[in-house]
């Protein structure tokens, strides 16, 4: 039983003592006046009775009435029921307020009555104060005190005839009975009807369960005035600790609104600061750094602006606002989701409906009452499933005097799958949780409805989820319950109180409240307290009980088993290999070890591994030989390593006793544990690890300290017993012993303490000893660093914040972020290792109640624990290091070219799998080649990583992977997982231009010192000093570089002398100003450091297969200049220049004037130019001496000279660099603009002007008066849109830029659009108007720059890309085609997407755009000027992609190789500096210019592949040597610096030795003669073909030289490397039985496939090769052989004039188009495709003879494919068809049988499959048609007819006139035959 209310005060203003204007609080009377001993009297009510403060007030308020909470200091709360009144202020009290509120009162004398509100009774100026009246009491039940107040009150105002004292103490003497119906065994218990003796009744219920919060309709109107959203966040933020304010004027509403949410948080409670009503004087108190919930008047808003981190609720307004610095976490899903749907079910039933057509008549929604207890029931439900089967992760750390309960936070969150969860992760470490589980942890006590919930409901809620009707069923029946509680009995619930009459405050009272008497009240006190101590004390009997554990726990969301699910299959293998290991079957468990390592990512296998293990410990111990001890505990560091700090999962904690029990025997009495080889996890320095384990053990000891069975039972009974009591929990013993507790005797008692005492204080010792085991390294000498090699972050310090323990302090501060310890340096390992345990001890025996004696007695002995331990440990360490290496694979030497030699020998590593998914087993299928184990070598020329897999399934395979040293462009270090043991190595990932990847792990017996050697020394060799540090001019020499230089020889003066003098001289004639005006200037090699190689001054020798020729020297040049001529004649440009007839080489004097050009040696000194050849194509009519000041108007002095020359339109090809600022610009501005001088800037551009007409004057004459063409702004911003030249606007002689470039440049009126995918249009649709030279520039650099219509030349400025902007797309594209890190998923999108974002293809596109447009302008008669940036990168790629595509001869290996001598290393490409092959270019980095070009040669081979000699590997095979540095041809950036270097001439003469190559091309062609590798079989050109590619990047395709490898025998680019050892014949197998078969399994990425699936030509070859061995004939090279069965072939075709080439042949030509198919211009027929081999046929045959060769071979295409129907074609060709309604247009290949009186069509020549036929016997008409929508634009009209059958009428279109007409004779004869 207990006092309905404890105090009666009565609190009226007062002066301020301090005389401010305010008024305060003074209590007048208070009952009683004595404090009761249970419950003293609450300091500072007066504050809380007026929360807005003291105010006095000119008008009669009405009364209020609200509740305010206290909380005392034992966090008791006691409710202030407080209703104010106001009546008429006492003088005094006015005077008291005058200070303050003089304006006020003055106002009020003034205004009169008029100041207050008319219906108040008062004198004028009246001022009122409040008075209150306050009930103090520990029970909740605010409608008692509201009526109990309000009935006083009404005794005073309607001047009843009942005596104040008597109510009042009848008030204070009323005994109601404590709530928990346990006791309320009728309804007069359960209900108790008061009276205060004023003829009132009331009726008291009491709730039937005291846990359950009591809320009324708080809740309800909780959620009406906020919604569900915001109360969810409310919710939510309570729970994770943030503080909470309520803003509302009403002050009952605050009251209502905080009790609502602590009745959602049920069953946690709320122990933080609780205000529901805050006063104004305490508003300081919002500041205070811990969490609250507080409500606070809305008028005090202002206040509370600048408080940061408060969650602010507006009840009245409806807003929560979350500052932007707290985060709120949502609860996990599916909860929040769930949780929400059913509020919005519960508030609002009528949402479901609201769409139905047919709604349900309306129910009845529920009362608030109701309302509020369903909304309730929802969040009971929530807290049922978030805390499911917690009972589960209590520990009992000890039952007796008192229950001390722990709950183990980690495993609850693992098994429920919530580790990640923000919000529970919280709520388990806040304070109301910990409250939760002391209160409701313990295992025998009084049990509510949250109890039955969460143990007997969750099976109903999990199976009700997806049935909203079926959840809302669950809430109404928890709801009913809920009411049931506060509303006990809802039938007797009936209130008689006397109220006070409308409108009673504003009647004047005669009197205010009386003064009361103390004596009277005092005495009706004592008199029931005398009566109730005479009666015997009502004790509170509790319906005591064991606590249901309810089911174990599931997760909260059931995942799906992801990559590593739980299949039967993985832990079947785990426990295969482990019994492998324990029967000593190694091998079977090696091969099952990497897929036991895989499988332990998945927790199934890791529960599975420690279960297994456990089965082979007996008696805690399992002694294992080395093989096995290493096997284990392989398994377990791999188990470890996914533990997080807090293993979740219990991993680790199964693993503890394990690793104590595994042992080796390493010598008599040294035994090595486990332990001692998996100490590097972070868990093992986990405190809350520690304390969970310890607690789990003592849980597990105190159980079986109770289960130990009596001594003197029976035998049978105990065994029965025993087993009965296995399946007995903990918590289930516990609760027995605390019903047993009170029946024991003190003795007993005193001895079960004692017991658990004693068993809390083993375990600490037990686990000093495990702690330092774990604790102390192997090797105490030195402390285990592990924060370099794990690079974890800090999570010894991130772990211990989340714990407020006495341990967490200073850990974080003294230890090794991982591993517990200190720094090295100042390290003591042991001392670190006892503090820590010393902190765990404490804080461990504090909790579990251990006596001190026994902790000092723990602290004297851990010292001793750890250092006997570190003497233990010496000696393992010791004996360890004795043992035997592990056999470790044998390192297999790499194969090594002649004069490559070992620079570091192998350092055994890891090759790890590096993002491809080739050596993965990837998509492409094959065996996990990678990782592999091996070495990695560094030799002169190369990186090379040999080894083999380490998964031994894929067999004894040898896994290659090397690189040049020159090609390396990027070096990191990494730090990686060893895949052996999985233990974190410092590792090195290099990244070559030749797309290889090394990712190694160094294996541990890597020392630091001999990774760091190995990267100086890669260093050292990528980076020489000297380009005579290369691996090129090393190779084969017999000089050592610091040799002296043989003395010159007395045959003449060397190059070198002489080149020098010449140099100097033409720097002084030039001036300073030539010096200057250059950018570029190499060094000269007498300033480079070492002095120069022997061979270069020796003089330089003719060949003598040199032809007489045009070109020789004449006698007007000097002795020593002809001996340079002499050397120049024979260079590749020369031999070019005589091919192409440009010109002869002669003095100025006996100049032939018949030629338009001349070889000119006025650079023969490279005095002109450096980086230009020696001799250069000029016009005839510019004097050598002009040429010197034409340069300096062109970057780098490259002016403008003749490259090639084309054959058919005479029109020629002219490279130079970009202008300077001055010069041809100048020529192009405003004629009349006044020139400021002449200066010799002037003059420069005039010689340059001169230079250009003396350029365009030597063409021949094309040029039209009538008009010409102009192609300005050709940028690849319009390109991209148009097609290539839709931005090439143009302009006539008269007409301004406006009209199109079709209508301009066309041939006829009409031009049809570019085509969809990148060609140019019609190659015919250049008119012989033109201008005579196109220069094309930078646009950059031509900016405002007008032409000017009466120059022969015109400007056409596009936008080019930089060298660093392709390096840039270089870096990128490596890392799209070698990623380095692997993807999450590997798939195609992600390599598509990073291949885009790297621009390479779009370069790519831009290249070959350009070129293709320069190919049109050359092919129409005008000459193009290439004039792009320096004139050595992107006017090299374009003028020899130009070239390549306009000239066939080009496309030959002679010829290609010719182009890139000439263009690329005559013409001074820099291959040094763009490849940094010294160390002075290591800033710059690797700018892959020359590959770009390659890679646009072998878009234009996939393209055309029937029109190249060479074969796409000789592009491979240049792309790769152009970077590695082992041939001297693509080495320095001149000629120049090649002849100062000696490297020009070298090997001409009787010199050349049989020495290894230094000239790749040299390499090539004796490789040729071996074998086809570099041919193209395909190979039938056509002799006036120019190609033109499609370019859009749609029609580009990812060389696969960027993605292409070969495990088995790394690049084959060197050849003596890539041929492997040739494997016996059949005959000569050595087992002698039958022959083998010769198949073999070729693997994607491991071999290569070419060589194991050669094509059939080759295959042919070898086969010829082999069979000649076998006869013993000399054997014939594979080329005269293939010329052989060339000129067979030419033979067979001539006696019936087709040509039918051998079925080998044909079936090897793919169908590609050779050209473009809508270029052809030669007939109806098409092109004229000639399938012979040989070219001799159709190069001089006539348009008609080509066209009957390309009938001819068409119909021999066919007949290869076509059935006999192929015979009967009487006509075929292209026609344009329109296709049916809405359809375009379309080219078919039609074929007219008269046999079959059909017209068929097909879409291409080459094309088996009819399309469609059209029935002759159905056809009435043919007619001329008509052109329609989306006709082709560039056919006349005439070429348009109709062929009109019974069914439609087919729209077709010829491609000129007379084709059309030819078809509409042709059906015409066809119909008529008919």
Not at 1686 to 1696: F, N, W
Request: charged fraction near 25%.
């Amino acid at each position: 039983m207990a006092r309905l209310a404890d105090y009666f005060v009565l609190v009226a203003f007062g002066p301020h003592p301090r005389g401010s204007g305010e008024g305060q609080g003074h209590i007048l009377q208070r009952f009683p006046e004595k404090d009761w001993e249970d419950n003293p009297f609450p300091q500072g009510i007066e504050l809380f009775c007026q929360p807005s403060g003291w105010q006095l007030c000119p008008e009669r308020n009405p009364p209020t009435f609200f509740v305010a909470v206290l909380t005392d200091i034992n966090s008791e709360r006691h409710y202030c029921a407080c209703l104010t009144f106001w009546e008429p202020a006492e003088p005094t009290q006015e005077v008291v307020c005058a200070e303050d509120a003089t304006e006020r009162e003055e106002e009020a004398d003034e205004g009169g009555p008029a100041q207050l509100s008319p219906a108040t009774p008062g004198p004028p100026g009246q001022l009122f104060a409040p008075k209150t009246l306050v009930l103090v009491s520990r029970l909740d039940h605010a409608e008692v005190f509201r009526n109990s107040l309000g009935l006083i009150y009404t005794i005073h105002v309607e001047g009843l005839n009942v005596g104040l004292e008597n109510v009042i103490g009848n008030l204070l003497t009323c005994i109601i009975p404590l709530a928990g119906g346990s006791q309320l065994d009728s309804v007069e218990d359960g209900v108790r009807t008061i009276s205060l003796g004023a003829g009132d009744r009331q009726v008291i219920q009491t709730p039937l369960a005291d846990s359950l919060p009591i809320s009324r309709c708080s809740v309800a109107l909780l959620f009406r005035q906020l919604g569900i959203t915001n109360v969810l966040s409310l919710f939510c933020a309570a729970l994770t600790e943030h503080k909470v304010l309520f803003l509302s004027r009403s002050y009952q509403r605050l009251s209502d609104a905080c009790r609502g949410l602590l009745a959602l948080l049920f069953p946690l409670r709320y122990s933080f600061t609780y205000v529901p009503i805050l006063p104004a004087q305490l508003l300081e108190v919002l500041s205070t750094p811990t969490p609250f919930i507080i409500g606070v008047n809305a008028a005090f808003q202002a206040e509370t602006q600048e408080l940061l981190d408060v969650i602010v609720a507006d009840l009245d307004g409806g807003t929560v606002t979350v500052p932007e610095c707290v985060h709120v976490p949502p609860l996990p899903e599916p909860l929040q989701s769930q949780t929400h749907s059913v509020l919005s079910m519960v508030l609002d039933p009528e949402l479901e409906l609201a769409d139905l057509a047919f709604p349900p008549p309306s129910t009845n929604a529920s009362s608030l009452k109701m309302q509020d207890k369903e909304l309730r029931a929802v969040f009971l439900r929530l807290f049922a499933q978030l805390l499911q089967g917690y009972r589960w992760c209590l520990h009992m750390v000890r039952i007796h005097p008192e229950p001390v309960i722990r709950f183990h936070k980690a495993a609850f969150l693992g098994q429920r799958g919530l580790v990640e969860d923000d919000f529970l992760m919280k709520v388990l470490e806040g304070m109301a949780f910990a409250g939760f589980v002391s209160e409701r942890g313990v295992p025998y006590r009084a049990t509510d409805l949250f109890d039955e919930l969460v143990a007997h409901e969750v099976a109903r809620m999990r199976a009700d989820e997806n049935h909203p009707q079926r959840v809302l069923r669950h809430v109404k029946e928890l709801a009913e319950q809920l009411y049931k509680n506060e509303n006990p009995y809802p039938a007797v619930a009936m209130h008689k109180v006397q109220r006070p009459g409308e409108a009673s405050h504003l009647r004047r009272v005669p009197r205010p409240f009386p003064r009361l008497d103390d004596g009277m009240v005092q005495w009706i006190v004592d008199q029931a307290t005398a009566k109730m101590q005479g009666a015997p004390p009502a004790v509170k009997a509790e319906r005591r009980t064991t606590v249901p554990s309810g089911p174990p726990m599931t997760a909260i969301l059931e995942r799906s088993g992801g990559l590593h699910g739980n299949s039967a299959r993985r832990l079947e293998v785990v426990r295969n290999c482990i019994s492998y290991v324990f029967e000593g079957k190694m091998l079977e468990a090696k091969k099952l070890l990497p897929a036991v390592l895989r499988a332990l990512k998945g927790r199934a296998a890791r529960r599975c591994l420690t279960q297994e293990l456990h089965l082979h410990v007996q008696q805690n111990r399992a002694v294992l030989d080395h093989q096995q001890f290493d096997f284990v505990v392989r398994m377990m560091n791999c188990c470890l390593q996914d533990c997080t700090s807090l293993d979740e999962h219990g991993i680790a904690a199964a693993l503890l006793p394990l690793v104590t029990a595994f042992c080796r025997k390493l010598s008599p009495g040294v035994t090595q544990f486990a332990y001692s080889c998996v100490q590097e996890h972070v868990v093992w320095s986990t405190p809350q690890f520690w304390e969970a384990m310890f607690y789990g053990d003592v849980q597990t000891h105190i159980r079986a300290l109770y289960l130990e069975p009596a001594e003197d039972g029976d035998h049978v009974q105990v065994g029965e017993l025993s087993a009965r009591e296995d399946e007995r929990s903990a918590l289930d013993v516990a609760s027995e012993q605390r019903r047993l507790w009170p029946t024991l005797s003190r003795e007993k008692q005193q001895e079960l303490v004692q017991k658990e005492e004693s068993t809390v204080f083993s375990q600490a010792i037990h686990y000093a000893n495990r702690m330092s085991y774990l604790l102390l390294p192997l090797d105490s000498s030195k402390s285990r660093l592990l924060r370099e090699r794990a690079g974890l972050g800090d999570l010894e310090s991130a772990s211990n914040s989340l714990v407020t323990s006495s341990m967490a302090g200073s850990v974080a501060e003294s230890y090794d972020t991982e591993s517990g310890f200190e720094d090295a340096e100042t390290c003591d390992v042991a001392g670190a290792v006892v503090r820590f345990i010393n902190r765990f001890v404490d804080k461990v025996c504090t909790e579990s109640g251990v006596t001190s004696d026994h902790l000092k007695g723990l602290h004297v002995m851990v010292p001793d624990i750890v250092q006997m331990h570190i003497e233990t440990l010496e000696a393992v360490h010791r004996e360890s290091k004795r043992l035997p290496p592990i056999q470790k694979p044998k390192l297999l030497r790499p194969r090594l070219l002649p004069d490559e030699e070992c620079v570091l020998d192998g350092l055994r590593v890891y090759l790890l799998p590096d993002g491809r998914e080739g050596g993965t087993g990837g998509t492409g299928g094959g065996p996990a080649l990678l990782p592999a184990e091996g070495a990695v070598f560094l030799t002169t020329y190369r990186v090379i990583f040999t080894g083999m897999p380490t998964d031994p399934l894929v067999g004894e395979q040898v896994v290659v992977r090397s690189f040049p040293v020159a090609a390396l462009t990027k070096e990191k270090r990494i730090s990686v997982q060893n895949p052996v043991d999985q233990l974190l190595q410092d590792g090195l990932q290099l990244r070559s231009c030749t797309f290889q990847l090394l990712k190694m792990a160094f294996d541990e017996e890597v020392g630091s010192d001999s990774a760091e050697l190995f990267r100086k020394q890669l260093h050292k060799l990528r980076y020489p000093p000297d380009i005579r540090g290369t691996f090129a001019f090393t190779l084969g020499s017999p000089h050592t570089p610091g040799r002296p230089p043989r003395t010159a020889k007395d045959k003449g003066p060397s190059l070198r002398t002489l080149s020098r003098n010449i140099v100097k001289n033409a720097k002084k004639t030039l001036g300073r100003q030539y010096v200057t005006r250059k950018k570029y200037n190499p060094p000269s090699w007498e300033h480079r450091g070492q002095p120069p190689p022997e061979d270069q001054e020796d003089e330089i020798s003719v060949l003598e297969e040199l032809e007489p020729s045009t070109l020789t020297p004449s006698s007007a040049l000097k002795p020593s200049d002809r001996m340079t001529m002499s050397s120049l004649v024979e260079r590749a440009c020369c031999r070019d220049y005589q091919r192409l007839g440009l010109g002869t080489l002669s003095s100025s004097l006996s100049r032939a004037k018949s030629e338009p050009f001349r070889i000119s040696p006025v650079n023969r000194m490279y005095a002109i130019c450096r980086s230009y050849p020696g001799l250069l194509i000029v016009p005839q009519s510019v004097q050598d001496n002009a040429l010197q000041r034409v340069s300096r108007c062109y970057r780098q002095n490259r002016f403008p000279v003749v490259c090639w020359r084309s054959g058919r339109s005479r029109a020629v090809l002219l490279r130079s660099g970009g202008l300077h600022g001055k010069g041809v610009v100048g020529l192009f501005k405003a004629q009349n603009a006044p020139s400021p001088g002449q200066s010799q800037a002037d003059s420069g551009s005039l010689e340059q002007e001169k230079y250009l007409q003396a350029v365009v004057s030597s063409m021949p004459r094309f040029a039209d008066a009538s008009g010409r063409n102009t192609l300005s702004g050709f940028s690849s911003a319009h390109v991209g849109s148009h097609g290539k030249l839709g931005s090439v606007r143009a302009s006539g002689r008269s007409g301004g830029l406006g009209a199109d470039v079709g209508s301009r440049l066309a041939g006829r009126d009409m031009l049809g659009p570019p085509q969809a995918n990148g060609a140019p249009p019609d190659p015919g649709f250049l008119r012989p108007q033109r201008a005579a030279l196109y220069i094309i520039g930078d646009k950059a650099q031509l900016k405002g720059v007008r032409p000017d219509p009466l120059q022969q030349w015109e400007l056409v400025p596009i936008e080019v890309f930089e060298a660093r902007q392709v390096k840039a797309s270089f870096k990128k594209l490596l890392k799209a085609c070698v990623p380095g890190c692997l993807f999450p998923e590997p798939c195609p999108v992600s390599f598509l997407r990073s291949l885009e974002d790297s621009e390479w293809l779009i370069q790519i596109h831009k290249l070959l755009q350009v070129s293709v447009l320069v190919v049109e302008l050359l092919d129409s008669g005008s000459s193009v000027l290439v004039s792009l940036e320096d004139g050595w990168d992107i006017t090299t790629q374009v003028v020899s992609l130009v070239q390549l595509l306009s000239d066939p001869f080009y496309r030959t290996l002679e010829g290609f190789r010719l182009l890139v001598e000439k263009e690329w290393l005559s013409f001074g490409h820099r291959f040094s500096h763009r490849g940094a092959h010294t160390l002075a270019g290591q800033g710059s980095g690797f700018t892959p210019v020359f590959l770009q070009f390659l890679d646009c040669v072998h878009q234009v081979h996939l393209q055309f592949p029937m029109e190249f000699e060479f074969s796409p590997f000789y592009l491979k095979f240049l792309g790769y040597h152009h970077a590695s540095r082992r041939f001297r041809t693509f080495l320095l950036d001149s000629d120049y610096e090649r002849i100062e270097l000696g490297l020009l001439y070298e090997e001409k003469g009787e010199r050349r030795g049989a020495q290894a190559c230094r000239s790749v091309w040299e390499y090539m062609d004796r490789l040729s003669k071996r074998t086809p590798v570099f041919y193209n079989y395909m190979y039938a050109p056509e002799d006036t073909e120019v190609l033109r590619p499609y370019s859009n990047v749609s029609n580009l395709k990812v060389w696969d030289f960027y993605t292409e490898e070969t495990l088995a025998e790394g690049p084959p680019y060197d050849w003596e490397l890539a041929q492997g050892p040739p494997e016996p014949p059949e005959e000569e197998r050595p087992d002698g039985g039958a022959p083998q078969s010769r198949r073999r399994v070729v693997w994607p990425c491991y071999d290569s496939r070419p060589r194991a699936q050669p094509d059939a030509i080759s295959r042919l070859l070898e086969e010829l090769q082999r069979l000649e061995a076998e006869l013993g004939r000399p054997p014939e090279r594979w080329k005269d052989t293939w010329d052989r069965v060339k000129a067979a072939q030419r033979l067979e075709g001539r006696p019936d004039g087709r040509g039918t080439p051998s079925s080998l042949l044909a079936s090897s030509v793919p169908h590609h188009r050779r050209s473009l198919g809508v270029y052809l211009q030669e007939g109806p027929v098409g092109s004229t495709l000639s399938l012979s081999l040989d070219s001799d046929q159709s190069s001089g045959s006539t348009a008609s003879s080509s066209r009957q060769a390309a009938r001819r071979s068409t119909s021999t295409l066919y007949s290869q494919f076509q059935t006999a129907e192929s015979e009967n074609r009487s006509y075929e060709g292209t026609l344009y068809k329109k296709g049916a309604f809405m359809k375009p247009w379309k080219a078919r290949w039609f074929v007219l049988d008269k046999t079959k009186h059909q017209l068929r069509y097909y879409d291409h020549r080459v094309d088996t499959e009819c399309k469609g036929v059209i029935d002759l016997a159905e056809v009435e008409a043919v007619a001329p048609g008509t052109p329609t929508l989306g006709a082709p634009k560039t056919v006349d009209e005439k070429a348009f007819f109709d062929v009109k059958t019974t069914r439609r009428v087919y729209n077709f279109c010829a491609q000129d006139v007379p084709s059309a007409q030819q078809w509409v004779d042709q059906i015409q004869s066809c119909l008529s035959d008919a």
